[in-house]
């Protein structure tokens, strides 16, 4: 009997979101849709600029963690923040979400992590991420009992930016797979894939990594190809189970020879794209761990990242067990 | 010339905004839609108790003033924050709306105000609000040349909770009148206008105060009576200009014999009720200071309002000034 569906480690992040023009983007050196890293100086220099926000937790693996645990399914979390105001913020939520959350704080410096999201009217978000507190995290943040009580253990590739975070993966991987386990990942962006491509590569071949989440800019990137047909094509055979979401041209599941299409969930209306593919990702392991087909999955998936979308915020305000059953997905 | 349009103030406090059931509320003995007063103790105990929040600058009077330079003119803001992270949020959000605030924050303690507020299925809010530094608002925090140089001086009756606020509105009362300026407040809450019945009544009896802002249970409160046509009938009687907003059942404004009848601005869907009269009061402040008729006033309250109502948190995501173009009530 397991513990938890489904374990997440990341990147612990205070989200501060605002809405800005295009303009903004381009006057502040701001890469469109991206993840920029940014250092103190800069996060002052842009929060200076920036207009009201609001302040959320968020964190692209914490988003899927609370994402699972809105379904209903059991989800733990290993993330590092320190002993502040928004570090406070951030363990309140994520374990009010119903997320197991026990990792050490940092007492002192540096601070908990925050990323200035800037939102345009088209629904695009622009990230400018301090790391501040995650660039201590490592593997002896990894806790053995949990990672070999999770049916699957999921990480961001943005964790290859901070310098420890990839020897906590590595040995995470060893106590999931000795467990019985598997491992997954996201690529979490196109930019972050052109800095480790070789590492994510090595990843995946190795069987360090059986679940694979990318977008579509993603899998191009992996593979260095403007031909999605390509991307997928390799990513077949590169993952036991690979998941390519491609917006509201919906996504594909792939293992071996199964493929699973799936449409986009109808929305309303783009308010703020920050958090669709942590949710989705949330949506497909709440399916997977609990048996269901890979079309099954990809709707739980799907449904997940509608509802995040159609918000301000990385994080559901609503229940997405209850959208599932709305939708038809799931039994009340 | 006048420096500003609009001067607000009020108790600086950021919000920390949730949904609930109203289980939720009754089994934590939080009055449903009012303003609920609590200390440092309960406030640690709620928000154990409280699920994933997210944050978001408020303060009655704090949206108003954000919500006046949302509309293009231009807002000044007293309110008393402390030098800390919260503090940090509630300058940048305010000043980063375009509104002048100067205020000395305190220095160490007591912290900057929050307030819990749970947001039910039906869209109303229940405030749990622990004062921290507002209580330190003094005389000595009027400026008088921001005072003098103001159109219209706007303060919440929420002021009346700590200790020393009132004599800061009664010195800027005098400044304010000294340089032929009008004075206006709202009445805040039903449960405040029971606590300070009688000074509120002097307030504008004595000419203190010029124009009221209340909705249909403030004015019901304000002369303890249960019928609406009475209440507003003293009212008019008791203020130069008074205005009573009903919800979904529009709002009146009296200023000797005219009278101004407007019916509520229409809506998709209420999604959280925070702020809905002080951005009525924004729009209505924004319409007079303008020299606008009663009616268009009322108008622009109503759009400002329906506008904060759609979203989560108490200051308008979009610029109302569009919105107000959007809806004809203002010119391109």
Same mark, same amino acid.
């Given at each position: ?21 295009d ?6 050196d701001?890469i ?9 100086? !800069?996060?002052?220099?842009? /929060? ?28 733990a ?8 105001? =928004?570090?406070?913020? /951030? ?16 007492n002192?410096?540096p ?20 790391? &501040? ?6 593997p ?16 961001? &590739? ?5 310098? !420890? ?15 019985? !386990? ?13 800095? /480790? ?5 090595? =990843? ?17 990137? =992996? ?14 055979e ?17 293992? &071996? ?5 799936v ?13 669709? &593919?942590?949710? /989705? ?11 269901r087909? =890979? ?28 959208a ?9």
């Amino acid at each position: 009997m397991s513990e938890f569906d489904v374990l997440c480690i990341g990147n612990a992040i205070v989200d501060i979101i605002a809405r800005a023009e295009d303009d903004f983007l381009h006057e502040n050196d701001i890469i469109k849709g991206a993840m920029n890293l940014i250092d103190a100086e !800069r996060a002052e220099l842009l /929060y200076d600029r920036m207009g009201p926000a609001v302040e959320a937790s968020g964190g692209s693996a914490g988003n899927t963690a609370a994402g699972v645990a809105s379904f209903g399914a059991r989800a733990a979390y290993f993330g590092k923040v320190c002993e502040d105001h =928004l570090g406070g913020i /951030y363990r309140h939520d994520i374990r009010a979400q119903g997320v197991a959350f026990d990792t050490r704080p940092l007492n002192g410096f540096p601070p908990t992590a925050r990323s200035m999201i800037f939102v345009t009217p088209d629904g695009e978000r622009s990230m400018n991420t301090y790391l &501040g507190a995650c660039v201590e995290l490592g593997p002896e943040d990894i806790e053995e009992d949990k990672v070999a009580g999770s049916k699957v253990t999921f990480f961001e &590739g943005y964790l290859w930016d901070p310098p !420890r975070a990839k020897d906590a993966i590595r040995k995470a991987s060893e106590i999931a797979h000795a467990n019985g !386990r598997e491992m997954s990942m996201t690529l979490s962006d196109p930019f972050c894939v052109d800095r /480790y491509r070789d590492e994510f590569l090595d =990843l995946m071949r190795s069987g360090t990594v059986d679940i694979v989440f990318a977008n579509e800019d993603e899998a191009k990137s =992996l593979y260095q190809t403007a031909d999605f047909e390509t991307a997928i094509a390799a990513m077949r055979e590169d993952c036991k189970l690979a998941i390519v979401t491609r917006s509201e041209k919906g996504s594909v599941a792939m293992r &071996g020879n199964e493929t699973a299409s799936v449409s986009a969930h109808e929305i309303n209306e783009l308010v703020d794209s920050t958090g669709a &593919g942590d949710l /989705y990702a949330a949506g497909f392991l709440f399916g997977y761990t609990a048996g269901r087909s =890979l079309e099954d999955c990809a709707h739980l998936g799907s449904i997940a990242a509608s509802i995040v979308i159609q918000q301000i915020g990385p994080r559901p305000q609503v229940s997405l067990r209850q959208a599932a059953i709305d939708a038809g997905r799931l039994k009340g």
